[in-house]
């Protein structure tokens, strides 16, 4: 099933995000990098202000399940305060206005935004997300480490023809290079300050677009299975392999040279800027080659059959560091430099990344995409399901039983192939 209709193809998604060039003038500029300068200062104010509850508010005795008890009454001259949550520092916003007049050029909406910015990044520490999973201490944002200011009620009236109107911004000029899907409403806009200039995010929805799971069962015919590496991007059954770019890795030497240049001392501050900004540029030009080279690539597999099947990789473990060895009290050698250089080459990869985008594009392209467990599927011969053990650097493989003898991540892929078909399971 290929969806060859375009209007039908951009239909698939209830929400998708639409990105565009902002074209700001001097003034624009000036402005929104005030926002942004003012934002920041507010959003480390208010960090700052949870942060100092949860140190002074909390006693040290720990409760199961990792609570920690609160201090209920006042302790010596200490005062109890409240906690600060959403509605308190929203709540604070008034006289944030009254005390410092400037920040009532902000539009009232972004700054509350900020504010929200605060709540996801603290509850994400303390709680956890949605799947109980917790993010680390958040930072307090450094220049140029606060980048996006965000309309969160944005309306369709606002885009003019290649222009769009911001309250309190103006009108800012933008390249249109698509317009918006037929029947998606803009719901949210956001300003992004990139290396090469600023990037206007819309957020576009459509509630009457269905959402729903695609029923199709894997044949012999119909399924393609795929070992994902880092040595090559992807094996498929039929053998055919894609190498990896190392957009990184090629740029390694221009980077180098970069870099030593910011590291001389005898240059001027301006050059330094100029060197920094080069550095970005190139790092977002890597970064960019890596994108479209893995939607090139996604879409030539979607293409070629009509369900995928992958591993249930957790790419996040692949490039943890190695645990510190310890011999008779005295730390030793653990190969966490030979690591730092594989966790390099994981990333060059961004195997991650490729999978995120194969989703998108079976999406798009109608293809079913199956994940399979990842357990043993190195491990066992495709042929006689024996057991043969290899370290990560055995790139072949060799059966003992059977004498079958090939690529190890060919191996991979006829063996998932198998799985997903039902007829093996390990
Ligand atoms: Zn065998």
């Known amino acids: ?62 409760i199961p399940q990792g609570q920690f008890c609160q201090i209920a009454c006042t302790v ?111 719901k949210t806009a956001s300003v992004t300050k990139k290396a090469d200039g600023y990037y206007l995010t819309l957020i576009v929805e459509d509630k009457t677009v269905p959402e729903f799971e695609l029923d199709i069962a894997p044949t012999k015919n119909n399924l393609i299975a795929i070992d994902l590496g880092l040595e090559k991007l992807y094996v498929d059954n039929f053998g055919n392999q894609v190498l990896p770019q190392k957009y990184l890795r090629k740029s390694e030497e221009k980077l180098a040279k970069l870099q030593c240049q910011l590291a001389d001392d005898n240059r001027s501050r301006k050059a330094k800027k100029l060197i920094r900004r080069a550095i970005a540029r190139l790092h977002q030009k890597i970064s960019r080659q890596r994108k479209q080279w893995h939607f090139e690539e996604a879409k030539k597999l979607c293409q070629k059959a009509e369900v995928v099947c992958i591993e249930d990789l957790r790419i996040a473990n692949l490039r943890r560091k190695n645990q510190a060895k310890k011999v008779n009290g005295k730390y030793v050698e653990n190969g966490q430099c030979r690591k730092a250089g594989l966790n390099k080459s994981f990333s060059d990869c961004a195997i991650a990344q490729f999978v995120d985008i194969l989703h998108h594009q079976a999406r798009k392209l109608g293809v079913k995409i199956l994940k399979i467990n990842p357990k043993n599927t190195s491990q066992t011969c495709p042929i006689c399901l024996n057991k043969v053990s290899k370290t990560l650097s055995d790139r072949w493989h060799d059966c003992p039983v059977c004498k079958a003898s090939m690529d190890r991540d060919y191996a991979s892929a006829l063996l998932i192939k198998k799985v997903a078909l039902g007829i093996v399971s390990l």
């Not at 193809?9 to 902002?22: D, E, G, P, S, T």
Request: some cysteine; aromatic content about 14%; glycine content about 4%.
């Open 76 to 186: 010596g001259s200490q005062v109890l305060r409240n906690n600060p949550n959403w509605h308190s520092q929203s709540a604070s916003l008034p006289c944030l206005k009254t005390d410092r007049p400037w920040y009532r050029d902000i539009y009232s909406q972004v700054l509350q935004d900020c504010v929200k910015r605060v709540k996801l990044a603290f509850e994400r520490y303390i709680k956890g997300d949605s799947k109980g999973k917790r993010s680390g201490r958040p930072r307090f944002k450094a220049r140029n480490r606060y980048r996006t200011l965000t309309f969160p009620q944005a309306k369709d009236s606002w885009l003019k023809g290649n222009k769009v109107k911001f309250p309190k911004l103006g009108l800012i000029k933008y390249i249109c290079h698509r317009s918006i899907p037929q029947g998606f409403k803009v």
């Open 1 to 62: 099933m290929c969806y060859t209709d375009l209007s039908l193809l951009f239909k698939l998604a209830v929400r998708q995000a639409l990105q565009y060039k902002l074209l700001p003038d001097t003034n624009q500029r000036q402005e929104i990098e005030r926002w942004l300068n003012m934002l920041r200062y507010q959003y480390n104010y208010l960090l700052a202000e949870r942060f100092n509850w949860w140190q002074y508010n909390r006693s040290d005795c720990v």
